[in-house]
C-alpha cells in the first residue's frame, strides 16, 4: 500500500505517539505526519529522525507542529496524557487523564473538519473514549479508542503458541474493558476455522478450563509485566494502532475490536468498551454482536458496570 492515503495527526509525541508515527511511516499509510507535544523538541526530535528514514520507504511528510496544523487531518490519533506506573491498573489512570483530555479534544473539535475521525490510544482508553465523545462533537463511531483490539492479538498469540499453529490462523475476540475485566469470548474462538471444541481432539494438546484461566489471566495482565520488566508498552500497541489508521484511510470496513460508546448493544448503555466494529472512513460504523454464552454475557454486564462506575468518578471531576 503506498502513501498518500490521507494526513494523520498524532497528539502526544511520547514512546506510544512516537512509535506509532514511526510505523505509519514504515507502512507507508499516509501522506502526511504531523506530530504534537508539550514538549515541542521532543515531537522536532521523532518528526527529524523519523525523517530521516524516509529515503529508504516513501515520501511522507513527517513534522513538528501545533493544533492548527491538525487541521484537515483525516486521522487524528491521541496518545497525549501520563503512563501507566508497575502496580498501577489502567483504571487508577483516570482522574489524571481525564484532565489532560478536557484540555485536549475542545482544541481537536476547533481545527478538524467533520470528517475527521479521532482514535484515543490514552489509557484507560475506555473511560477516556466516553469522555472524548463528551468533551467532543462528533458522531458516534467518529471519536473510538483501540480497545481491545490488542488484547485480542494477545489472545491470539498465547493460543497460537499454546496450539503450535501460526497465530494469523487463530480467531477470536476479547471484548469489554481493555483491562482487569476483558472478556475472553472462548466460545467463538476458532483454529484452522474450526471451533475449538472440534479443534482440540485433532491438535492433541489440551485446552482444559485451567489453561483457558490462564490464558485469560495473561491477557488481562500481559501490560502489566511488560511494564514492570522495561516500564512502558509502545510496540504493539503501535502496530494496533496503525492497523486501525489503515481500516479508516483505505476505507477498509474490517471488523475491529474497539472501544465506542454503546447504544444498547447487549443491552448495556452509557458507557464506552469494546465490541467487534466494522470500521472505515467514517469510523466505527456498525456493531456486530456475536452469540455469547451466559457466562460471557455475564462477564460483560460486569465489565460495562466497573468501566460505568470509574467513567462516572473521572466524569463528575472533569465537568
Known sequence: MGAGLGKVGIVGAGMVGATTAFTLALQQLCREI?????????????????????PFLAPV???????QDLGGSDLVVVAAGVPQRPGESRLDLAGRNAAVFADIIPRLEAVLGPEAVVLVLTNPVDV??????????RPRGRILGSGTLLDT???????GRHCGVDTRNVHGYVLGEHGDSAVVVWSGVQVGGMLLADACPRCGRGCPPEIRDEITEEVRRAAGRIIEHKGAT???????????AQAVLGDQRSVLTVSC???GEYGIRGVSLSLPWVVGREGAVRSI???????????????????????????????
Open 61 to 67: 511528510r513527517v513534522r513538528e507542529g501545533d493544533y
Open 153 to 159: 492479538a494477545r489472545l491470539r498469540w498465547l493460543l
Open 261 to 263: 460508546p454503546l447504544e
Open 234 to 244: 509502545y510496540y504493539a500497541v503501535a502496530v494496533a494502532a496503525c492497523r486501525i
Open 34 to 54: 504531523v506530530l504534537l507535544d508539550v514538549d515541542r523538541k521532543r515531537a522536532l526530535g521523532h518528526a527529524l529522525d523519523i525523517s530521516h528514514g524516509l
Open 128 to 137: 477516556l473514549t466516553w469522555l472524548a465523545a463528551k468533551f467532543g462533537r
Open 289 to 319: 454482536q456475536p452469540a455469547l454464552s451466559p457466562q460471557e454475557r455475564e462477564e460483560l454486564r460486569r465489565s460495562a458496570e466497573i468501566l460505568r462506575a470509574a467513567t462516572e468518578k473521572v466524569g463528575a471531576g472533569a465537568g
